[in-house]
């Protein structure tokens, strides 16, 4: 089966670098480029940090690279926060990265890839300005991308930053209107969803009793985010956010969708909310998961990883 071309679009953060590790294990995607954004940190840690999870996965050949965005279209960034440890992969200390890969410009790299169709397909888990600049730059890009897929949003729950908004969405509420407002079609994976799947202890006893260098790697940050969600959230282990959004793009039975119109609140108290219903006034027709198939999408996403660490074992 043809594997299909796609950019993944990423401010690791732990779940980010395992949803990259879970895309890359997948014999369905042919990841073309991943571009880097700010958000769970700088958007230079966001690079490095990818360049180091590129490096302990063994992989090759490895994806073209870009770095993007390092602040929102039109506010300032967040307050820094340490979520996903100071240096955005579970204090695992990596440093900088030893292994020199050609950083290319972000928005440049993904514009020159989807106009020569080696990308057909988005997968964006950081906040959306390197999304919405892609869009700016060229007016054919969106009859060129088949689909995106987006992790963000709280549609019917409460915000993970704001009583109102989530994360990705907040960082940039005018980039994530250009988006959903462009004729790309969009699949919304939102935190309705995602904070129904958790990960917890006992799903990592493989990872914890290999010495693998990615496994251990793994291991130590999935350990990190387990730990910080049962201090912080009270929750029994840690959200998949990211590697949902992947896992939605591989297999169209991990979620059921329903499709709606999605408006976005820019100004006041509600800044970054995202708002299902047609009185929105917001972009018609999106896609967003409704619910998910836990077992399913674990079975798939720990195999994954399991897989990859074999293979780079052997
Ligand atoms: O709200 C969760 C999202 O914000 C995830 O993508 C996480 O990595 C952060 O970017
Ligand atoms: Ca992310």
């Known amino acids: 089966m043809r594997k299909i071309g796609v950019l993944i679009d990423c401010d690791p953060g732990i779940d980010d670098a395992l949803a990259i590790l879970f895309a890359l294990a997948s014999d369905k995607l042919n990841v073309e480029a991943i571009t880097t954004v700010y958000g769970n940190v700088s958007v230079r840690q966001s690079t490095d940090n990818l360049i180091n999870i590129l490096e302990i996965s063994g992989l090759r050949p490895l994806p073209e690279i870009g770095i993007g965005s390092a602040r929102p279209l039109v506010k300032k960034r967040l307050e820094k926060r340490e979520v996903h440890g100071k240096d955005g992969l579970g204090d695992t200390s990596l440093g900088r990265p030893r292994k020199t890969i050609e950083i290319k ?55 993970n930053i704001t009583p109102y908004a989530e994360f990705n969405i907040y960082n940039d509420p005018e980039a994530a209107k250009l988006v959903f407002d462009s004729k790309i079609p969009k699949t919304v994976v939102s935190l309705d969803v995602t904070q129904r799947v958790i990960l917890e202890r006992s799903d990592l006893t493989g990872f914890k009793k290999d010495k693998e260098r990615l496994s251990r790697f793994i291991y130590d940050i999935a350990n990190f985010a387990i730990c910080y969600h049962r201090g912080f959230r009270g929750v029994k282990g840690a959200y998949l956010n990211d590697p949902l959004c992947v896992g939605a793009a591989l297999e169209g039975k991990i979620c059921e969708y329903k499709k709606g119109s999605l408006g976005i609140k820019l100004n006041g108290p509600q800044r970054g909310r995202t708002i299902v219903g047609e009185e929105t006034g917001g972009a018609q027709d999106i896609t967003y998961a409704e619910s998910v198939n836990v077992d399913r999408f674990k079975r798939l996403f720990l195999g994954s990883l399991k897989k990859i660490c074999k293979e780079v074992a052997s």
Do not use: C, H, W
Request: charged share 25%; no cysteine.
């Open 105 to 159: 410009d972000g928005v440049e790299l993904a514009v020159s890839k989807i106009l020569s169709k080696r990308i057909e397909y988005i997968i964006a888990t950081g906040p959306l300005t390197n999304i919405a600049e892609i869009i700016k730059t060229n007016p054919k890009i969106p009859d060129l991308v088949k689909r995106i897929y987006i992790m963000g949003g709280a549609l019917f729950i409460k915000g």
